[in-house]
Each structure stands twice: as C-alpha cells, then as structure tokens.
C-alpha cells in the first residue's frame, strides 16, 4: 500500500502536525512520519512488475537491521565458482596471453590470434602430395607451394598451421629428424602434433632458441628448420642443423640432405658414431665421388665442400672456416652429404652441422 504524504516544509514537529489516510492517522514527529493508535500488523504485498509492495528474502541473503542494508552471501544457491565450472566452458591447461574463444558449441582456452602477444598472425596450410617424403606448405609469405622448407620466425609473434595432410602429425620438436619424432618443444605451442584437421599455434617466446625443427611424427622424411630470429635483428647468429640417415651397416654409405642456408660459413661438423662425412655443393657432385676411397683427397672443382672423419660421438672444427653453397640450378636450402658408417655395427648416425647464414 503506498501513502501520499503532504509536504512537511514549514510544519509543527510536536506531533500536532497529522494526516490520514485509509482509516490510520500519522503524525510528523519532524524526522518521520508514525502511525498513531495501531497495534495491529500489515503485510505488504509482494511486489512485481504492476505492484507495489515487498521482496523476500530467501537463503544467502541478509538485511541488517540497524542500517538495512541488504547482503548476500554464499555460491548463488550452488553454481558454478569457477570459470570452467560453466556447462558451456572448457579450460585446458590456460597459458599465459590465452584468450576464451567459441567453436561453435563451447568456450575453449586459445592462443589470442589479435590484439594481444604474438600478433601479427601468420598462417600456413600443410598438405602432403609427396608423403611420405615431404610436407607442402601453402600461406602467408609463400608466392608457390614449397616442399618441407626452412621457415624464419620471428620472437613474440604468432603462427598458425593447418594440417590437412589427411593424416601426418606435425610436431614442433628441439632436436633434428627422429624416428618417431623427435623431442617436443612446448613452449608457446598449443596443439603440438597436430593432426589432420588441427591448427597447431605458436606464440614465439622471447627465450626460444635460434633453431627448432618440425616433423611428422609418423615419417622422418617430412623435416624441416626452423629459424627464430628478433624483431629488429640485423646481424646472423650461428645455428645448427641436423639429420639422420637410415640404419646402415658397418662400412656402408648412406646419403643424406641437411636442410639450413643456401650459402653459409661453415664451423662444425658432429657425428653421434664414428663416420666418415662428406658435404657436396649439388648431389650430382656426390654422385661422381662415390667411388673415392677415403684415403684420396678430393680434386679441386669436384664439388667437395668439407669432410671429416670421427672415431665416435665427435664434433670436428673446421679450421681454417670454410664457406659452402649450394649449386641447384635453382638455389635451395640443401646440403647434399654422404655418411659413411665406421663403426663396428649397424647405425643410424645422426650428422650436425653449426653454420652461420649468408644467404637464405
């Protein structure tokens, strides 16, 4: 029931001043408005919409009675005190810079493709009409679709790949090429071996280092490089690059293509068992020096670059330096070696050089 008082401006506030209205009478007492002569109760209606009158107050909820101030208390009568607590919402493993995104049928935690870390976003699809030997890849920065290339990322931006080879995870791994995949790097990546149908996101962090790999974890053929740089750098660093060869018998050669620059320094070469290592500027080079022993040095102009010879897990330096490239008719990022194995049983022998890029 709402009450029309009249004004109090002006007016007696001994009580002499009253008004009445539905059979009770109220007095001004120059502070409020009190009943006079009730003793009964009145129970105000609750209220709506079109009503007015009062709310009850049900579990969780309190007014106090000296200031009438009303609280609440509790989890909301039991739901949900988490994020993921929600029906529509599943976390998984939250990052930092991630971002809630909707798939269509829920909220997942993602990498923030915009806005945030690691943006601009750059976006590659992988297909793999040459599996099991290659991943294709097709996107940002590709004019033609190159197979299983060195790819140059840059720290604190953000790659998406796509994989629809139709099968052939892609891994994002710290070490070379590996029967069943190497050792996985996780830092930033979201997704690791990605499979068909699944985009594998990677936030380059600040601290990752120069040179990480991808592979298909199911085919040591589908390897690549990669090459993490900083914004603004001007000046190569030294990297490594690393590939296996199948398993080969005491005394037996196997060739082999390391991916890393088209013209490079080179410092290093490592073996992970006794080998004989031969690098070539093209493979039609390694090809006519197969029948050299290697007691016979090389001939000037054969297309020999470097050799070495290890007695087991060894890194060799190569002094004075020396400067390769590669010879294609159309220049690639291919190094053409020949591995001859000189250990006393079959191995697969890992080769490693350290080179520093002068030309990509």
Avoid at 105 to 121: F, H, I, L, R, V
Avoid at 143 to 166: A, C, E, H, M, W
Avoid at 187 to 205: E, I, K, M, R, Y
Avoid at 291 to 306: H, Q
Wanted: glycine content about 12%; charged content about 10%.
């Amino acid at each position: 029931m709402a009450i029309d008082f009249p004004a109090t401006t002006g007016q007696a506030t001994d009580g002499s001043y009253t008004h009445t209205a539905s059979g009770i009478t109220w007095a001004w007492d120059g502070t409020t408005w009190k009943a006079q002569g009730v003793t009964n109760s009145y129970t105000l209606p609750t209220a709506s919409a079109t009503v007015l009158g009062g709310v009850k107050v049900g579990t969780g909820l309190n007014i106090n009675a000296g200031t009438g101030v009303l609280t609440a208390t509790g989890g909301g009568g039991g739901g949900a005190t988490a994020l993921d607590g929600l029906s529509d919402v599943t976390i998984n493993t939250p990052t930092t810079n991630q971002v809630l995104k909707y798939d269509g049928s829920e909220w997942t935690n993602q990498a923030d493709a915009g806005g945030g870390a690691g943006t601009p976003t750059i976006t590659w699809t992988l297909t793999a009409p040459n599996a099991p030997n290659d991943y294709t890849f097709s996107g940002d920065g590709f004019p033609t679709s190159q197979t299983d290339p060195t790819l140059y990322l840059i720290r604190g931006q953000t790659y998406k790949f796509v994989n629809n080879t139709g099968g052939h995870p892609f891994r994002i791994q710290s070490t070379g090429a590996t029967a069943g995949g190497g050792t996985q790097y996780n830092s930033g990546v979201t997704n690791n071996d990605a499979g068909n149908g699944v985009t594998l996101t990677f936030v380059v962090p600040m601290d990752a280092p120069d040179t990480l790999y991808y592979q298909c974890t199911s085919h040591i053929g589908m390897f690549g490089t990669i090459t993490v740089l900083s914004q603004g750098s001007s000046s190569p660093s030294r990297q490594t690059f690393s590939q296996q060869t199948s398993s080969i018998a005491a005394g037996s050669p196997d060739d082999i293509t390391i991916t890393a620059f088209k013209t490079f320094a080179l410092l290093k070469i490592e073996t992970s068992d006794a080998a004989w290592v031969t690098l070539y500027k093209d493979s039609t080079s390694r090809s006519a020096d197969s029948g050299r022993n290697e007691t016979t040095d090389p001939l000037p102009g054969s297309g020999v670059l470097a050799e070495v010879i290890t007695t087991g897990a060894q890194t060799v330096p190569i002094t004075p330096g020396v400067f390769g490239w590669n010879d294609d008719a159309t220049p690639a990022a291919s190094i053409y070696a020949k591995v001859v194995n000189k250990s006393t049983s079959t191995q697969q022998i890992t080769v490693t050089i350290t080179a520093v890029k002068l030309e990509g």
